[in-house]
């Protein structure tokens, strides 16, 4: 499903960036002297968008222009939400593993992710475990998130965490070092009250 989702963002960003490219390309050229078509929207350098035909049109229709307002911040805010979206997946593809013979190899980087979760997970207390690899192929970041049941002490998680699931990482990565950023979050469980 992800990769669908991939695909489908690749192609629409991808439209979006050739249809404006082409409008501004098209407005850049007429700008410059260019004759243009005679159904473009600008026909010279010194068109304007809008003239006073086309703005005085729907004067008497009261719900006109707040329309259109709404409408231009709906498109606003769902392409900042997009952006917003696409900033924070960012994700690293592949890793690159020091194979020891001066050789490197190409881990990918969902693997090793699938990996550490699972080790994670059979960490005593962990009720649930996400890890997401960000930073450059060569150097890696590791960012991960504990659940942890509510009698678990969270030191004691945390070296455990560090000592096995963090540590079998980055040996079989070849890493030197394998920088964490590890949240810790306790499950709430609310008592039941009995009468």
Do not use: K, N, Y
Not at 41 to 70: F, K, M, N, S, Y
Not at 167 to 188: I, N, Y
Request: proline letters at 5%; zero cysteines; charged letters at 25%.
């Amino acid at each position: 499903m992800r990769a669908v989702l991939r695909i489908v963002d690749r192609v629409l960003l991808g439209l979006v960036g050739l249809v404006l490219l082409a409008v501004g390309g098209a407005v850049l050229a007429v700008g410059s002297g260019v004759s243009p078509p005679p159904w473009w929207v600008h026909q010279g350098p010194h068109d304007v968008l809008l003239g006073d035909a086309e703005r005085t049109r729907w004067r008497d229709a009261d719900w006109w222009w707040p329309a259109v307002i709404a409408a231009l911040a709906v498109l606003l805010l769902l392409a900042l939400w997009w952006l917003v979206a696409v900033l924070r997946r960012r994700r690293l593809p592949e890793i690159l593993v020091d194979t020891g013979d001066g050789a490197a190899a190409v881990l990918r980087g969902r693997a090793l992710e699938d990996v550490l979760t699972q080790e994670a997970g059979r960490v005593d207390g962990v009720e649930r475990a996400e890890v997401r690899f960000t930073g450059r192929r060569g150097a890696p970041r590791a960012r991960v998130r504990l659940l942890l049941a509510p009698h678990v002490d969270p030191g004691t998680a945390l070296d455990d965490l560090t000592a096995r699931a963090l540590a079998h990482a980055r040996d079989s990565a070849g890493l030197a070092v394998l920088p964490a950023e590890v949240r810790l979050h306790a499950v709430r469980h609310h008592a039941e009250r009995v009468s």
